[in-house]
């Protein structure tokens, strides 16, 4: 099953059998906190099934979306590779099974099978360049460049964004107040660039660069 992860996909067979050897298998309820940020915990956790997002909060209790996972995504890496503290809050949004491999037998095993450590090296690099690119949307877009890059972004072939989304989904997810994002939804639908049906939102034609 670890083949269909990211982190573990080029690791061989032989390395992610003994990784799930190793591992627990947990099932959590929608809505379900996984980790609390600021947890001293060091497990690794591995999406089998559900959806989860990582959430960040200031101390109004104004939260910010920072990762959105599927299954076969990994989570909670950071803490797991160094024993520092939890860096966000990871809570279900629909039923989820995870894996949660532990940090104690996982160095055991690397320190016979190095090839491991290369798969997680990897896949750090490539979190760190999207995390990259989110922080210059951050810094150059405006709230109406970060929707219309989220809905680009996540559309299917057939224009669909698949996941129902609120509007205060979504503005947690780029940063932005559920107002600004209504207005600016309002307008693309009146445009005809965007529809929503059944809870999914479409997109009908390209989105203009500025609006």
């Known amino acids: 099953m670890l083949e269909r992860v990211p982190m573990f996909a080029n690791i061989g067979q032989e390395s992610c059998e003994a990784l799930e050897y190793i591992a627990q298998r947990r099932q959590y309820r929608k809505n379900a906190v996984i980790i609390n940020e600021g947890d001293e915990t060091d497990n690794l956790y591995v999406l ?5 997002n990582a959430v960040r909060s200031d101390v109004t209790g104004r939260q910010l979306v920072v990762s959105r996972f ?30 949660v491999i532990p ?12 090839a491991i450590a290369w798969g997680i090296i990897s896949f750090l690099l490539a979190k760190l360049r999207l995390a990259t690119q989110q922080i210059t949307d951050l810094a150059f877009l405006d709230v109406y460049g970060r929707l219309a890059h989220f809905l680009t972004e996540n559309q299917n072939e057939s224009g669909i964004i698949e996941d129902k989304l609120t509007h205060q989904e979504i503005a947690d997810i780029i940063g932005a107040s ?11 639908k009146e445009g005809d660039f965007i529809a929503q049906r059944s809870g999914q939102f479409s997109l009908r034609r390209k989105l203009p660069y500025k609006f």
């Open 48 to 52: 089998l099934s559900g959806k989860a």
């Open 178 to 188: 559920r107002e600004t994002v209504t207005r600016i939804i309002s307008q693309l």
């Open 70 to 99: 599927q299954p076969y995504d990994c989570f909670g890496e950071m803490s797991f590779l160094d024993g520092n503290p939890r860096s966000a809050t990871i809570i279900t949004t629909v039923p989820c099974e995870v894996m």
């Open 103 to 114: 940090r104690r037998q996982f160095f055991t095993l690397v320190s016979d099978q190095p």
